[in-house]
């Protein structure tokens, strides 16, 4: 069975730093890729970043682009976001979700989600 | 990236068909066959229904189609029912090598 699971959510204030993890388990993490997708409270989803599976192909929404870095680890089947001057606008629950195709696609539908870890920004 | 945009709200009565659109550019929705659908119900995580306009993955009732023109793609959901109710997401692939949202449409079923 495919599973996510997102870690290190929590309050931070404006300016600040925060690492989020996502492990994955039931599939061969390898060979997908993953992505980032954040939804604000009471908003819609907002794209955040992707990484094709040996990480050569990396993505940013404008939103975040210079402030956010994404990672993974195949070794240990875990994808990271690294959220750096963040703003009260970066408010929101971060999902990790997988990519459908495998094999080296990027950027197309995502089949697995995370059940998402709230970040909240404020002072 | 401006998000894809699609009504707020669309309702129907148990059994009927409604039909969610999301209208993007040539740059997005228009150029390419990459739209994706999702569902979301209230405090879980969104749901594939519908990848590369109109395929629908394994598990999915064949109650979901997607279909596509020009830069508007659509989801329609026939024999409506309860359990439908729930927020509704477009996805697209950009020239920007980008992914973009619909704004949502919340389904509710009267």
Not at chain 1, 22 to 36: H, K, Q, R
Not at chain 2, 15 to 32: A, F, K, M, P
Not at chain 2, 75 to 85: K, N
């Amino acid at each position: 069975e495919v599973q996510l699971v997102e870690s290190g959510g929590g309050l931070v204030k404006p300016g600040g730093s925060l690492r989020l993890s996502c492990a994955a388990s039931g599939f061969t993490f390898s060979s997908y890729s993953m992505n980032w997708v954040r939804q604000a409270p009471g908003k819609g989803l907002e794209w955040v970043s992707s990484i094709s599976s040996s990480s050569s192909y990396i993505y940013y929404a404008d939103s975040v682009k210079g402030r956010f870095t994404i990672s993974r680890d195949n070794t240990e089947n875990s994808l990271f976001l690294h959220m750096s001057s963040l703003r009260a606008e970066d408010t929101a629950v971060y999902y990790c979700a997988r990519g459908i195709y495998g094999s080296g696609y990027i950027l197309e539908a995502f089949d697995y989600w995370g059940q998402g870890t709230l970040v909240p920004v404020s002072s | 990236q401006s998000a894809l945009t699609q009504f707020a709200s669309v309702s129907g009565s148990p059994g009927q068909s409604i039909t969610i659109s999301c209208t993007g550019t040539s740059s997005d929705v228009g150029g390419y066959n990459f739209v994706s659908w999702y569902q979301q119900q209230p405090g879980k995580a969104p749901k594939l229904m519908i990848h590369d306009v109109s395929n629908r993955p394994s598990g999915v009732s064949n109650r979901f189609s997607g279909s596509k023109s020009g830069n508007t793609a659509s989801l329609t959901i026939s024999g409506l029912q309860a359990e439908d109710e729930a927020d509704y997401y477009c996805s697209s692939y950009t020239s920007n090598s980008t992914q973009v949202f619909g704004t949502g449409t919340k389904v509710t079923v009267l």
